[in-house]
Nanobody, 114 residues
Framework: QVQLVESGGGLVQPGGSLRLTCAASGFTFSTYAMSWYRQAPGKERELVANSYIDGRTYYPISVLGRFTISRDNAKNTVYLQMNNLKPEDTAVYYC????????WGKGTLVTVSL
């Protein structure tokens, strides 16, 4: 059974940091590109980071220089380090795996507020 389980969300003040974790199981993790998406209330889900199987990464301009995606294929885990968080980063953050199929986690809530 495929599972993607996100953790690490919470409440943080502007300028603070959080590290999200996505633990994967049930598929060959190293052969899948891994991504983080987010969805804010009333908005569409948007990509925040990609980790390709060849080691490349991609970030949209909105998070470039603040967010870092990394993966540990030995632990079947992908991380999202988020620094200098802003109120507009408030959203539910989702992990996605794409390869032979596409899988999504259930999300973890990040709230950036005083």
């Amino acid at each position: 059974q495929v599972q993607l389980v996100e953790s690490g969300g919470g409440l943080v003040q502007p300028g603070g940091s959080l590290r999200l974790t996505c633990a994967a199981s049930g598929f060959t993790f190293s052969t899948y590109a891994m991504s983080w998406y987010r969805q804010a209330p009333g908005k569409e889900r948007e990509l925040v980071a990609n980790s390709y199987i060849d080691g490349r990464t991609y970030y949209p301009i909105s998070v470039l220089g603040r967010f870092t995606i990394s993966r540990d294929n030995a632990k079947n885990t992908v991380y999202l380090q988020m620094n200098n968080l802003k109120p507009e980063d408030t959203a539910v953050y989702y992990c996605r795996a794409i390869g032979g199929a596409t899988y999504w986690g259930k999300g973890t809530l990040v709230t950036v507020s005083l």
